[in-house]
């Protein structure tokens, strides 16, 4: 199949939080997670060059390259020219409004906004199946042992409730919920991370399967306090996973600082890291009249500071 004919394909997926569960999905628990107000987005044409290429913001590689650059988005784009069994030549370029390495979701938004454009372009209407089967690699050559909610929750948008083994369903709103999010300036590594509290099981397995039943428990709370805007619930269930995530050893004494420095902004229901921690970000739930004047002077010190609700577009592929 020739495509030098093709039109350039572009699609779009947002960025994630991770409301309740981070870490003890991977062991299965129940998740909840959510789609933010920031997006990656994918553009793929035909390429005139001799080789397939990926750019960003004016840095370019070649689409075989291991050189370390562009890793999500290679896995799944050599994953597509193996499947489509392409001889063509293509010319990927990434623009992101997403920090790397923040916890929210950069390379799962690049690895479903990959997977999406490179089955259109190969002339394959993407769907749920086709997208997360194909963003997987990008995912994992990532975060090693990923659990799939960051691709799940960038391909459906809105809030969901995830489960690995289960998979995933949206959560209805009626009243919209708002998060402060806020990355704490320090990138980290969220497959060490991964391994780290995997070996925290290994050590104390009783413990931590404990935590993994209340874990879902706290998620099946937490829709339900979605669901009715009982705010005062939904951030008490958040604390509590910040203490868990706190004994399992994924946060830190800059994460710590963090939390302090947000609750003194003003009254918040609840605080904790969202994503794979030791650094990253943070999540709040603010008191609702105090959200702006809390977004405003964490801003002045954390350049990415933002409020996002639940109702955030998944995966978009423009006509
Ligand atoms: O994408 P991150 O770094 O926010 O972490 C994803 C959440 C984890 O639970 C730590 C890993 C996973 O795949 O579920």
Not at 29 to 49: C, E, F, T, Y
Not at 103 to 116: E, K, P, Q, Y
Not at 272 to 283: D, H, W
Request: proline share 3%; net charge neutral; with cysteine.
């Amino acid at each position: 199949m020739t495509r030098s004919d093709a039109r350039p394909i572009r699609a779009s997926a947002p960025g994630k939080i991770i409301i309740l569960g981070e870490h003890f999905v991977v062991h299965d628990s129940l998740a909840i997670s959510a789609a933010i107000n920031k997006r990656a987005s994918v553009l793929v044409w035909p390429s005139a060059d001799e080789k397939s290429i990926v750019s960003y913001k004016g840095t370019r590689s070649y689409l075989t390259k291991d050189d370390h650059k562009f890793v999500a988005v290679k896995s799944v784009a050599r994953k597509a020219m193996k499947d489509f069994e392409a001889n063509e030549r293509v010319h990927i370029e990434i623009e992101s409004e997403l920090p790397p390495g923040s916890g929210l979701g950069s390379s799962a938004a690049v690895s479903v906004a990959t997977a999406a454009a490179m089955l259109e372009f190969f002339g394959v209407k993407a769907n749920q199946e086709n997208v997360l089967k194909l963003a997987s690699p990008g995912e994992a050559a990532v975060h090693g042992n990923a659990s799939g909610i960051d691709i799940a929750t960038s391909y459906s948008g809105g809030a969901i409730l995830f489960n690995r083994t289960k998979g995933f369903e949206p959560i209805q709103t009626t009243k919209q919920v708002q998060f402060l999010v806020v990355f704490s300036n320090t990138e980290r590594n969220t497959s060490e991370l991964i391994q780290k509290v995997s070996s925290v099981r290994d050590s104390y397995p009783s413990t931590f399967g404990t935590l993994v039943q209340s874990i879902s428990r706290f998620c099946e709370l937490g829709v339900e306090a979605i669901q009715k805007h009982d705010l005062p619930l939904l951030g008490s269930l958040m604390n509590l996973s910040q203490t868990a995530l706190d004994w399992i050893g994924v946060s830190n004494s800059s994460i710590e600082k963090l939390i302090e420095k947000i609750n003194s902004a003003g009254p918040c229901y609840g605080v904790k890291i969202t994503g794979a921690g030791g650094g990253g970000s943070v999540i709040a739930l603010p008191g609702e009249s105090s959200s702006q004047k809390t977004a405003s002077t964490l801003s002045q010190e954390y350049r990415h500071t933002f409020l996002t609700d639940l109702s955030q577009e998944g995966l978009k592929i423009d006509d």
